[in-house]
């Protein structure tokens, strides 16, 4: 089983930014696909982005330009850049890896004024 703990939710005013990370107990280069989805109350789980090992990243329509996928292989962690974050961006966001099918506990973000 390959652990995932993501960090770096909170409470953010509309407009404004977070960064989340995934920290991840396998070494992420040996991972084909990683993801982070999102699920708002009373909503089906929403693919947000992924990232490949060899950098290939894929984005919701909802989130393109305003999100950015990236991957630190030195501290094994795959973050979520999150700009110009909207009311309705308020979910439980979770990564989620390929190799085995693990998903992480996740990471509250609520976006309100």
């Known amino acids: 089983q390959v652990q995932l703990v993501e960090s770096g939710g909170g409470l953010v005013q509309p407009g404004g930014s977070l960064r989340l990370s995934c920290a991840v107990s396998?070494?992420?280069?040996?991972?084909?696909?990683m993801y982070w989805y999102r699920q708002a109350p009373g909503k089906q789980r929403e693919l947000v982005a992924s990232i490949s090992n060899f950098g290939r990243t894929r984005y919701a329509d909802s989130v393109k330009g305003r999100f950015t996928i990236s991957s630190d292989n030195t501290k094994n962690t795959i973050d979520l850049q999150m700009n110009s974050l909207k009311p309705e961006d308020t979910a439980v966001y979770s990564c989620?890896?390929?190799?085995?099918?693990?998903w992480g506990q996740g990471t509250q973000v609520t976006v309100s004024s």
């Open positions: 989620y890896e390929s190799s085995m099918g693990s």
């Open positions: 396998k070494k992420i280069a040996d991972i084909y696909t």
